[in-house]
């Protein structure tokens, strides 16, 4: 079976925050058997969904990936879905509301994919992506395809035993419950709404909530109170209305934004002894500087 692929492939096209160097060759698999074959010629290379979560190198990647973003079937059967890992939050949430089916209003303003989303059980707006969840079909390296049920995958806040047991999703199946359209819809306007007047939009690259809250508090409450929305690095600058957020406006680098979140870091363990850990993942490996930040903020 012969893989789409790339080499020396331009990330910072495709990531949100605009930023990242060469990929020494990248897979697009297009199906399921496609994407396990390449799983198994290639151990443990990295898999990335729509680039919305992740931060790569200014100076790439010295090795292969595989992105899942031409992996976009949806399967609608009476109230059971089932999508491929490189379905888009908002083209699913819009596919189950024209079936009438309610439980995925809050991916509508998600940029991710569902394979990311599964993997760090995505929330908003009081809805997760494990509520509505059956089971997430994923690749084991030890175990090759599995079905791990809902409570196999082990969900928490921000976590699945993805990340613990290297399990890449393949894809996942959902059981919804029927509604009209127009309350679906009325459902994710308001969530839209919600995004718009809290978070930045894409046209202003950026990566989302770049901290996880630490229990029982906020991350952008956190940095807030320590100043952080003054900061700001090269071209990127922490967003002027939720100090979570970095915001790429001015050509910024991912060099940039490590050393930006290694300061809203260090702000906020002076000020409250408490080390906050990045949801965003980061690929890079040949910038010693880089490296050397991430060892640091990514100690789990
Ligand atoms: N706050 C401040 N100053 C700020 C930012 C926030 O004081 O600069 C306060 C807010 O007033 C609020 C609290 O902090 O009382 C929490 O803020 P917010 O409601 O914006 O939610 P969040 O905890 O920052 C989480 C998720 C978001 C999700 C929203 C809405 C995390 C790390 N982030 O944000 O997820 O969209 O709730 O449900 O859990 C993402 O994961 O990329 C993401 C955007």
Same mark, same amino acid.
């Given at each position: 079976?012969?893989?789409?692929?790339?080499?020396? #492939?331009?990330?910072?096209?495709?990531?949100? #925050?605009?930023?990242?160097?060469?990929?020494?060759?990248? %897979?697009?698999?297009?199906?399921?058997?496609? #994407?396990?074959?390449?799983?198994?010629?290639?151990?443990?290379?990295?898999?990335?969904?729509?680039?919305? =979560?992740?931060?790569?190198? *200014?100076?790439?990647?010295?090795?292969? @990936?595989?992105?899942?973003?031409?992996?976009?079937? @949806?399967?609608?059967?009476?109230?059971?879905? @089932?999508?491929?890992?490189?379905?888009?939050?908002?083209?699913?949430?819009?596919?189950?509301?024209? *079936?009438?089916?309610?439980?995925?209003? %809050?991916?509508?303003?998600?940029?991710? *994919?569902?394979?990311?989303?599964?993997?760090?059980?995505? /929330?908003?707006?009081?809805?997760?992506? /494990?509520? +509505?969840?059956?089971?997430?079909?994923?690749?084991?390296?030890? +175990?090759?395809?599995?079905? $791990?049920?809902?409570?196999?995958?082990?969900?928490? $806040?921000?976590? /699945?035993?993805?990340?613990?047991?290297?399990?890449?999703?393949?894809?996942?199946? #959902?059981?919804?419950?029927?509604?009209?359209?127009?309350?679906?819809?009325?459902?994710?306007?308001?969530?839209?709404?919600?995004?718009?007047?809290?978070?930045?939009?894409?046209?202003?690259?950026?990566?989302? *909530?770049?901290?996880?809250?630490?229990?029982?508090?906020?991350?952008?409450?956190?940095?807030? /109170?320590?100043?952080?929305?003054?900061?700001?690095?090269?071209?990127?600058?922490?967003?002027?209305?939720?100090? =979570?957020?970095?915001?790429?406006? =001015?050509?910024?680098?991912?060099?940039?934004?490590?050393?930006?979140?290694?300061?809203?870091?260090?702000?906020?363990?002076?000020? $409250?002894?408490?080390?906050?850990?990045?949801?965003?993942?980061?690929?890079?490996?040949?910038?010693?500087?880089? =490296?050397?930040?991430?060892?640091?903020?990514? +100690?789990?």
């Amino acid at each position: 079976m012969a893989s789409n692929f790339e080499n020396d #492939f331009e990330i910072k096209k495709l990531t949100t #925050f605009k930023t990242g160097g060469k990929i020494s060759q990248v %897979f697009f698999p297009e199906s399921v058997e496609e #994407f396990v074959q390449i799983l198994k010629q290639n151990e443990n290379i990295p898999v990335f969904g729509n680039l919305s =979560n992740t931060l790569i190198s *200014s100076n790439g990647f010295d090795g292969k @990936i595989a992105l899942t973003t031409h992996m976009n079937s @949806i399967q609608i059967e009476g109230t059971k879905v @089932i999508a491929e890992c490189g379905v888009k939050g908002p083209k699913l949430a819009q596919e189950v509301c024209q *079936s009438g089916l309610s439980g995925l209003e %809050f991916m509508i303003g998600f940029p991710g *994919s569902i394979g990311g989303e599964v993997f760090m059980n995505a /929330s908003a707006n009081g809805q997760c992506i /494990s509520d +509505k969840l059956t089971s997430a079909t994923c690749y084991s390296p030890e +175990k090759g395809v599995v079905e $791990y049920s809902k409570d196999e995958m082990e969900f928490g $806040y921000r976590k /699945s035993r993805c990340k613990k047991d290297n399990l890449i999703v393949l894809q996942a199946k #959902f059981e919804l419950e029927p509604k009209s359209q127009e309350e679906i819809q009325k459902q994710m306007d308001e969530n839209l709404a919600f995004r718009k007047s809290h978070q930045p939009s894409l046209a202003l690259p950026n990566c989302g *909530s770049i901290f996880k809250n630490p229990q029982g508090d906020s991350a952008g409450r956190l940095l807030d /109170s320590v100043g952080a929305k003054n900061l700001r690095v090269g071209g990127a600058r922490v967003w002027e209305n939720h100090a =979570n957020f970095i915001v790429n406006d =001015n050509n910024g680098t991912s060099t940039d934004i490590l050393n930006l979140m290694f300061e809203m870091y260090t702000k906020v363990k002076e000020s $409250y002894n408490i080390e906050l850990e990045p949801e965003i993942i980061f690929l890079g490996g040949l910038n010693k500087k880089e =490296n050397e930040i991430w060892k640091i903020l990514n +100690k789990k």
